[in-house]
């Protein structure tokens, strides 16, 4: 059997300690942050004669977490002396590890009851204090397995949407980074957010309970905790206030701090065109030999072309760019082999925590994030329901709010490829909208013809007017060229 503990050998803000025999029958001792066994041992004055002394470990209690149908995943055996063993439920058994377990909240089905019925939900730091909270005082409440120092995953959080939480940690520092990592995660998903902080004189919300405290008590305790309030300005306000004039990426439609919606159909020269303009942005180059660019970091975060494409893409656009000797273009790209790598599905962003993610992978200075495509990152909800769309504002807010611009390509339908697919609601995201189109051209042995036009500006631009554009190959090298806009269309998606 195997235990778990805080290893007394350095300051263990999680149990970072397992215990296990040895073949020979003498306790093992492994620090997973690297303490040495020898250390372990002294530092508990550990002999082989105190193990024979044949001290009896005693079951405490069993927490058992469960699925949304409350189907049994695994759970953690809590043992005095304090020690714990963990277990996973497989082929009607439990088996020792927590094997390949989806790791999810404590106590997961009262919570999604809870948040259906709009009550308070408790965010305590270890099951013992979820048990006291709910089987004593009838509150509802959770955790995580992993306590004050493990990861706060995206997806065990997810459940917590538009729920009202209240945090309560130990009264410690651990405990108390914990429930600021947990408000920090919790802010952008939930309804309402408050805490209790535990009375100095205890060191957990079940020692102030067994003193005596009852649920009127710790009602009392709870304060909120002030989510991100939009306030109004008065006229006087606004017509003297001293308001910095945004920069312009592009010519005079990309304005810092705007929004783009770029859209196509397949085979119309979207992504092509797309990469061309942030290369050009990201070196502060001259677009189409029409469109003056500002340097700017650009992050790609792609969902569908693989590395190798990229790559092949991107050395053809760049070697006929005018770059400055010296200067490297600004570009970082994130593409699906990022994620492979590592073993990680891409970022499913109609999730707020994985929103977060996704920002904490882009380079600190990125000014400009583009999302190739819409179809791949916000997995789970249809296009044509206002609810999709509603996700993607939330995306886009969050740019806003970091000071990056975003681009987010989108497709359009075969049925009507002179708009974006998806409700009308698309048309509240971007401030601009561009739509790229396939064309037939007597000279499209030489190169492939696409139709650039501005379905949407809001703001006053005097160089949105439409226009063809001509992507030529010649000795691996891409050359853009800018024309006059042609009528002729071909279908979506149809081969040249």
């Known amino acids: ?15 970072s300690l397992f215990v296990s025999w040895h ?15 020898q250390d ?31 189907n049994a995943l695994y759970r ?22 927590i094997g390949e377990s989806r790791k999810v909240l404590y106590n997961l089905p009262t919570v999604i009851e809870a948040v259906d019925k709009g009550t ?9 204090d979820a048990d006291t909270l709910s089987e004593r005082l009838q509150i509802s409440s959770t955790t995580i397995f992993d306590g004050a120092g493990g990861n706060i995953g995206a997806d065990i959080l997810t459940p917590l949407n538009g729920a009202s939480v209240i945090l309560c940690g130990d009264n410690d520092e651990p405990g108390k980074a914990f429930m600021k990592r947990l408000e920090e995660s919790l802010v952008p998903i939930v309804k309402k957010l408050a805490r209790v902080v535990v009375p100095e004189n205890f060191k957990d919300v079940t020692d102030w309970i067994n003193a005596g405290a009852n649920k009127d008590d710790i009602r009392k305790a709870v304060t909120q905790i002030a989510l991100a309030k939009v306030r109004s300005y008065s006229l006087d306000e606004l017509l003297t206030m001293n308001i910095a004039r945004r920069e312009r990426l592009v010519g005079g439609w990309l304005l810092e701090g705007s929004s783009v ?6 085979g119309s020269g979207k992504s092509f065109f797309l990469h061309y303009l942030t290369s050009c942005i990201a070196s502060g180059v001259r677009c189409l030999d029409y469109w003056d660019t500002k340097r700017t970091p650009v992050t790609i975060l792609d969902g569908e072309m693989a590395i190798e494409e990229i790559q092949t893409r991107l050395l053809e656009i760049n070697s006929t760019l005018p770059h400055q000797q010296g200067i490297a273009p600004r570009l970082n790209i994130i593409c699906k082999d990022n994620f492979l790598q ?23 200075d990125t000014k400009v994030l583009v999302v190739d495509n819409l179809n791949v990152f916000f997995v789970g909800k249809d296009e044509n329901t206002p609810d999709f769309w509603v996700d993607v504002e939330k995306l886009v807010s969050e740019c806003y709010e970091r000071g990056i611009t975003p681009i987010l390509v989108h497709h359009s339908p075969k049925s009507n490829p002179d708009a974006p697919s998806g409700s009308s609601k698309n048309e509240r995201v971007a401030e601009v909208i561009i739509m790229v189109s396939r064309v037939k ?12 036009w501005f379905r949407k500006v809001r703001h006053f631009s005097r160089d949105t007017q439409q226009f063809s554009f001509k992507v030529k190959n010649f000795q691996n090298a891409s050359y853009f060229e800018r024309h006059s806009f042609i009528e002729q269309k071909i279908a979506t998606g149809e081969k040249r």
């Not at 308070?120 to 013992?128: D, S």
């Open 1 to 15: 059997m195997k235990y778990q503990a805080k290893c007394p050998s350095h300051e263990d803000k999680r149990e």
């Open 23 to 37: 073949d020979n029958g003498e306790l093992f001792f492994h620090c997973h942050a690297g303490c040495s066994w």
């Open 40 to 70: 372990i041992k002294a530092t508990l004055n550990y002999t082989k004669e105190m193990q024979d002394d044949n001290t009896k470990w005693e079951l405490e209690k069993r927490y058992v977490y469960r699925d949304e149908e409350k």
């Open 76 to 97: 953690k055996n809590r043992f005095k002396p304090k020690t714990f063993s963990i277990e996973h439920y497989k082929d009607g058994k439990w088996v020792k590890g």
């Open 120 to 128: 308070g939900i408790f965010f305590v730091e270890g099951e013992k």
């Open 261 to 266: 919606l770029l859209a196509g159909g397949a």
């Open 342 to 364: 590592k073993k990680r599905a891409l970022p499913n962003l109609r999730n707020a925590i994985e929103r977060m993610e996704m920002f904490s992978m882009l380079e600190p």
């Open 441 to 452: 051209h007597d000279d499209e042995d030489t190169g492939i013809w696409s139709n650039i």
